[in-house]
Nanobody
């Protein structure tokens, strides 16, 4: 599975962005998909994830109620809708694929290249 994330940019606090992650490979639909982010000097952290089989979603507490992830298996694409953005959301955002636990970064098999999100105050 090859992944490419895009849709990042510069937005003011309170604004919205939608990230997309396009996947290649016929087995995309059998992978759980996750979003992670990494700010300078920080570890890469789990943000959101969606399971392939039942569509159940998980979110980090810091984004719950503001971010929504979804997927379209027909288009091999997963999305991260980000609303009410805060300066602390500034980071490089990565999409990734796993067949194991959504929250465990080390269990992800495939990673996209990342897209920068910058939220100005």
């Amino acid at each position: 599975v090859q992944l490419q994330a895009y849709g990042g940019g510069l937005v003011q606090a309170g604004g919205s962005l939608r990230l997309s992650c396009a996947a290649s490979g016929r087995t995309f639909s059998s992978y759980h998909m996750g979003w992670f982010r990494q700010a300078p000097g920080n570890e890469r952290q789990f943000v959101a994830g969606i399971r392939w089989n039942d569509g159940i979603t998980l979110y980090a507490d810091s984004v719950k109620g503001r971010f929504t992830t979804s997927r379209d298996n027909n288009k091999n694409t997963v999305y991260l809708q980000m609303n009410s953005l805060k300066p602390e959301d500034t980071a490089v955002y990565y999409c990734a694929a796993t067949q194991a636990s959504l929250r465990v970064r080390s269990l992800y098999n495939y990673w996209g290249q990342g897209t920068q999100v910058t939220v100005s105050s």
